[in-house]
């Protein structure tokens, strides 16, 4: 276990106050009113800048602590270098935006919240269940901001032309969907003319390695497994049930049929065009992406007409599951202001704040509370249910395992190793990743 540093056990003395003050205000009793002067307290995120500091303006008007309160914008694409870089030169910001996908990289440089100051029991009250990604041995690394769950966006125009009156709830049901003239078109020569799902590819598949997590964390496996006790984190491709079945082997085998030609299920390649854009020309029937493209769906083709669903579950499985992007509220280590960074990100999630935040940004919110309300919009309300659902896990390395999937997939579809080969490969690599 982490020991506490010296410098930990000063600032604790000083900010004692004013973490009993938000959790008050975290626990719902206190809302975001209420407390003197933070001073400066320095954000880092890659959402838009303009988006986010007219959100923090929006607070200040209730809540002068915000006042103080500087948001920058950084390049996803070098965020992880900048922030990096700027820690360990003494200049980084007080707060930052941390991804699933990054807490195991940039554990060491959080400073963590003790269970003594916000409860495991509290925080699973107040978020949905993928923030537990953010509980660690030490304490809490971050506090969910949002989620944006995948869900199913459908081509009404296609589905009705097919005579069917919705899209498919279980996966054995997609199947008769791929059968000719169906949803699925060929030509004479047997090329996909109009295709009824995009999966079995990666290179032209958008989110291909979130698509097949989903689709193993729903067969009842892992990606990566996290020791409780210890928080030592491994492979978890090779898991198998109590009846010998292997998640990630099922689950890869049933992505990448609909890939092989010789499967009746057969209904994508990669002379394919990239699957967003073969929905949104009508290509392509069903495309699994995340809430926030519904904005850039639209705006791809302001004519199609399309609706959103659950992404299909595994039949009688009894617990429904879908991949989410969870962004979280990490306080940096070396802040010179802990104590007026903790308050911050105590007030920013609040229920008012992060049901605000989420609509601004285009995600879904990640307070229990906040997703028990109906929403009156129908695409919110499959988002809502989506984000209870969600679930996902922790990327030691995003680049790295990009690659280690692409070769999984690839190394089946082109018949160069067999389906329980690849997976060994595969968790091999991911385990020296982690190590």
Avoid: C
Avoid at 245 to 253: C, G
Avoid at 330 to 335: I, L, R
């Amino acid at each position: 276990m982490k020991k506490i540093s010296t410098f930990q056990i000063i600032v604790t003395g000083v900010f004692i106050f004013f973490i009993v003050a938000g959790v008050i205000s975290f626990a719902g009793l206190g809302g975001l009113g209420g407390g003197g002067s933070v001073g400066n307290v320095v954000i880092w995120g890659t959402y838009d800048d303009n988006t986010i500091n007219e959100f923090i303006f929006r607070l200040s008007n209730d809540d002068p602590r915000f006042d103080t309160v500087t948001y920058v914008e950084k390049d996803s694409r070098t965020f992880d270098a900048d922030l990096v870089e700027a820690l360990a030169s003494g200049d980084g910001p007080d707060v930052f935006l941390l991804q699933q996908e990054t807490v195991l990289r940039h554990k060491d440089k959080i400073f963590p919240i003790p269970y003594s100051t916000l409860s495991e029991r509290d925080f699973k009250d107040k978020f949905i269940e993928e923030g537990e990604l953010f509980l660690s041995s030490d304490g809490v690394v971050g506090l969910p901001l949002t989620v944006d769950p995948m869900v199913l966006y459908w081509n009404r125009d296609h589905y009705s032309q097919a005579g069917l009156s919705r899209p498919p709830k279980f996966w054995d049901e997609l199947l008769s969907l791929t059968h000719q003239d169906i949803l699925t078109t060929r030509g004479e020569s047997g090329a996909i003319i109009r295709s009824a799902f995009a999966l079995g590819e990666y290179q032209n598949i958008a989110h291909a390695k979130n698509i097949l997590s989903m689709l193993i964390l729903q067969a009842g496996g892992s990606i990566v497994n996290k020791d409780s006790t210890t928080g030592v984190v491994s492979s978890g491709l090779q898991r198998r049930l109590s009846d010998g079945q292997s998640p990630t082997e099922n689950a890869l085998r049933f992505y990448t049929d609909f890939a092989n030609p010789a499967k009746s299920v057969y209904t994508w390649n990669r002379a394919l065009p990239e699957s967003r854009e073969a929905f949104s020309s009508g290509v392509l029937s069903n495309y699994i992406g995340f809430a926030s493209e519904l904005g850039a769906i639209r705006k791809q083709n302001a004519n199609l007409n399309f609706d959103v669903a659950p992404v299909p579950q595994v039949r009688n499985a009894g617990t429904s599951i879908t991949y989410g992007n969870m962004t979280a509220l990490a306080v940096s280590e070396t802040s010179k202001n802990i104590a007026g960074a903790l308050q911050i990100v105590f007030a920013l999630v609040s229920d008012s704040a992060l049901q605000e935040i989420a609509t601004a940004v285009n995600e879904s919110s990640v307070s229990r509370a906040v997703l028990s309300e109906r929403s009156s919009d129908p695409f919110k309300v499959i988002f809502n249910d989506s984000a209870l659902q969600s679930r996902g896990w922790l990327d030691p390395e995003s680049e790295e395992t990009n690659r280690i999937f692409k070769t999984m997939i690839e190394a089946v579809v082109s018949g160069r190793l067999r389906v329980n080969e690849s997976v060994n490969t595969a968790d091999s690599a991911l385990q020296n990743l982690l190590r």
